[in-house]
């Protein structure tokens, strides 16, 4: 037997709060692997991915996770993204799969209104389609409820009907930890292990777990667009149009994701010590300074959620 | 998030961990804006979501900006003015993160609150001044009760549509008293409120200068967090076992790791154990996270536990200590013997609150999980049905939506269970219809 603890020592230390987060994540992603046949986790190059990619290590090392990881892309992602996307499934030895919306579009499951619309509500469909290809019972991301008030809604093991909606007025009770992750055939599962954490909990965990980012995440310098109150970034895909007036401006991404959609903000923040500062003392939240495409209707993600979107 | 106080150091502990909350009652007694207040009263919503809200509230032709939007964020629930499913929420002290659940007032939409409650520490129950205990109020403060929230806080709200008269509250909170009396809950405190104007929730106002008590804010700080109540014994239900299928590797040959969270108690390497149901014995030979070792777990944490012998263990299997006095091997029906046993069953009694749309078939084979295990199930009988109004124990023939009864379950595979009481996470179950894949039901065994 072991020595008895010291004295002094507490006898049940309280895990600090992001300790019981991780535990919390860590416990999901095993209940998503113990239950499913064949899931799959949705690996972007974002930070919320990023940390997933931590808390799968956590959970299944020294083994392989699991599951593959999956990435849908539009086509219209920063390279720097996906640079580091690829150099992580690599490091980590695990199996990345990329299906492209571009391949839909080819296919002409994805048809755009226009050339220059936003890709990101199509990667429902190619995402659709990855999951009758492959068979995918269960889908893991990285979305949180702070967030979106849609999000803030959704259950931690969420199902989706055979065209991937999701039944906001009819969702399965869920109790305490006692996830239900049982599907027909066709149906699908989307679970989201960090649901609980906040923005500055994330961020405050890749300073714990000293976690490499994207560049793109910490402040630069690049050419953007006053847009409103958004800044847009002026590149190949939205260059400047006659009139506009291309400023150059320290800034910083809180999210990424498809080009034509995702706006930096303006940070001199080029450490994650720096940006757990922003972050903690922010009026702006996450999505309404960054994203272009919530701010079309009130209910913008919740329309997405029932179609299919994560 | 902005924070309410300024965060002390970054990436520090926050000392007083984490405290999950929900707000109950009945319809309309101010739940959602009670959340939408506390939120905007920390500091908590960020500026572009607070014009949002105001954006829709003009646009609904409110003079002021409705609170309750912040949580209620389905159109549905928006065209209705009601709640329809739980929504989460979260703001930090600097000293505490709170997950904040906002439950469904409606009785159609039990399930749900039913789901808010299932993992709170602490229920909000929202009286209307005007109203004083109605038969939602009663259930909801029964569920809370039932699925074990340890500490109920009645708030009664709207006293502004009452002119803050102290006997108002006095005559609820007799009321309620007498109610609580019945039921058994001990720990419950009232507070007066108004959830619109924000008195007694951060700022304790100009208003009702007779309360003397904490503000609600004051309360959620000092309420104690889940851990530091949770049972003693060890249990580690298993989720996964890891076999690294790396011949190359002679460290990871022989690897057989088993993964799960510690329920409740705490386990250090070193340490005798036992796994139910086949009660073989084994030692701790290394704890580890991430393939990194520690020298002990405690409640609460993932973990992989190495035994220091090959036995044979899969998902559902628990893993309790070996001493005498956690384990009683050889007990067989829940709470006949010693009350720190954990028991292998084939039989539960168990508190049931049913969540399906169609009623409890007794003739029909339901899917029990508890723990990681499944089990597939039949009713045995229904001891009685609970009369959420009288509280009267009815005899019943059937049980239906948002029914409460005491039934007895046959398993076709044994269970490892404690009572509910005395541990939450291995004495809950849900019940699952097989032909739906649905939850349908929400058990706590006796
Ligand atoms: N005068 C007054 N009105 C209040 C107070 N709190 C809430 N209300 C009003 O009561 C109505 C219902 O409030 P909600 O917060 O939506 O009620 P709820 O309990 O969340 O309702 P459900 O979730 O649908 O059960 C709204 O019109 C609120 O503005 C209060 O303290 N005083
Ligand atoms: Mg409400």
């Known amino acids: 037997m072991n020595a008895p603890a010291p004295a002094t020592a507490p006898v049940r230390p309280a895990l600090d709060h992001l300790d019981w987060l991780e535990a919390e994540a860590i416990y999901i992603l095993r209940e998503v692997a113990g239950q499913c046949s064949n899931p799959a986790l949705l690996f972007s190059g974002g930070k919320d991915s990023i940390v997933l990619l931590r808390l799968a290590e956590k959970a299944f090392r020294p083994g392989r996770f699991p599951f593959p990881l999956l990435h849908i892309d539009t086509g219209h992602n920063y390279p720097e993204v996906i640079d580091f996307r690829d ?14 919306v571009e391949s839909s579009m080819a ?15 199509h990667q429902s469909v190619t995402l659709l389609e990855a999951i009758g290809e492959f068979g995918f019972d269960a889908c893991i991301g990285g979305a949180r409820r702070d967030e979106e008030k849609a999000r803030a809604k959704e259950r931690i093991f969420s199902f989706r009907d055979e065209f991937g909606g ?9 109790l305490w930890d006692l996830f239900n992750a049982r599907v027909h055939k066709g149906e699908n599962i989307r679970a989201f292990p960090i649901s609980n954490w906040t923005e500055l909990d994330v961020w405050q965990y890749i300073e714990r777990e000293g976690l490499a980012l994207p560049p793109i995440y910490f402040a630069h310098l690049r050419p953007v667009v006053r847009k409103g109150n958004l800044l847009q970034p002026v590149t190949e895909l939205t260059p400047a149009r006659d009139g506009d007036n291309v400023e150059l401006m320290q800034v910083r991404f809180r999210t990424v994701g498809d080009i034509t959609c995702t706006a930096p903000v303006e940070s001199d923040a080029d450490t994650v010590h720096k940006v757990i500062a922003e972050t903690a003392t922010t009026t702006i939240s996450e999505r309404g300074a960054t994203r272009l495409d919530d701010q ?11 179609e299919g979107y994560f | 998030m902005s924070a309410f106080e300024h965060i002390p150091e970054f990436g520090s502990p926050v000392d007083s961990g984490l405290l999950r909350f929900l707000t109950c009652g009945s319809v309309d007694d101010g739940k959602s804006t009670l959340i939408g207040r506390l939120l905007y009263d920390t500091k908590a919503i960020l500026a572009d979501t607070l014009h949002a809200i105001e954006k829709t509230s003009l646009r609904r032709g409110m003079e002021a900006v409705d609170l309750s939007l912040l949580t209620d964020g389905l159109q549905a629930e928006r065209e209705q003015g009601i709640t329809i499913d739980v929504a989460y929420r979260y703001f930090s002290t600097g000293t505490r993160k709170y ?9 159609q939409y039990t399930r749900n609150m039913v789901t808010a409650a299932s993992t709170a520490n602490l229920a909000i129950i929202l009286i209307d001044a005007r109203k004083g205990v109605l038969t939602q109020t009663r259930r909801h403060s029964y569920l809370a009760h039932l699925v074990g929230i340890p500490h109920l806080v009645v708030a009664v709200n709207k006293m502004d549509l009452v002119g803050y008269d102290r006997t108002v509250f006095e005559r609820i909170r007799g009321e309620y008293l007498e109610f609580a009396r019945q039921l058994g809950i ?24 007779w309360y003397d008590g904490p503000t609600l804010i004051d309360i959620l700080e000092s309420a104690p967090a889940a851990h530091s109540e949770s049972d003693e014994r060890f249990r580690f239900p298993v989720q996964y076992v890891c076999r690294p299928q790396k011949a190359d590797d002679p460290l990871l040959h022989d690897y057989r790791g088993f993964m799960g969270r510690v329920e409740s108690g705490e386990i250090a390497v070193g340490d005798e154990v036992v796994v139910l149901p086949s009660e073989r014995r084994s030692r701790i030979k290394d704890i580890q996270v991430g393939g990194r070792s520690l020298s002990r777990a405690v409640a609460e944490q993932s973990v992989t536990l190495l035994l220091e012998d090959e036995i044979d263990i899969s998902r559902g299997d628990m893993i309790v200590r070996g001493d005498a006095k956690e384990l009683c091997p050889g007990a067989s029906a829940p709470g006949t013997v010693s009350t720190r046993t954990a028991l292998v069953t084939r039989r539960i009694d168990a508190m049931l609150c049913w969540l399906g ?9 339901y899917v029990i999980r508890q723990t990681t295990r499944d089990a597939r199930a039949l009713l045995d009988g229904i001891a009685y049905r609970l009369d959420i109004n009288s509280l009267q124990q009815v005899p019943a023939e059937g049980i239906g939506m948002n029914d409460i009864a005491r039934v007895a379950f046959k398993l076709a595979q044994p269970l490892v269970v404690d009572r509910y009481a005395e541990n939450r996470a291995t004495g809950a179950f849900i019940v699952i219809d097989e032909s739906t894949n649905n939850t349908v039901g929400a058990g706590m065994i006796l």
């Open chain 1, 87 to 100: 150099a992580r499934a690599c490091e980590l030895n695990e199996r990345l799969i990329v299906r492209s």
């Open chain 1, 107 to 121: 296919r002409g499951t994805v048809r755009l209104n226009s050339a220059d619309e936003s890709r990101n509500k």
């Open chain 1, 166 to 174: 999701w039944d906001p007025k009819n969702q399965r009770p869920e």
């Open chain 1, 296 to 306: 079309a209707s009130e209910a913008a993600m919740e329309q997405r959620k029932k």
């Open chain 2, 99 to 107: 997950i904040i659940a906002d439950a469904p007032g409606h009785e």
């Open chain 2, 186 to 209: 001990e720990d419950v405190r009232f507070i007066p409120l108004s959830a619109l104007n924000g008195d007694m929730l951060v700022d304790r106002g100009d208003n009702l200068g």
């Open chain 2, 357 to 365: 749309d169609s009623p409890l078939d007794a003739r029909r084979k």
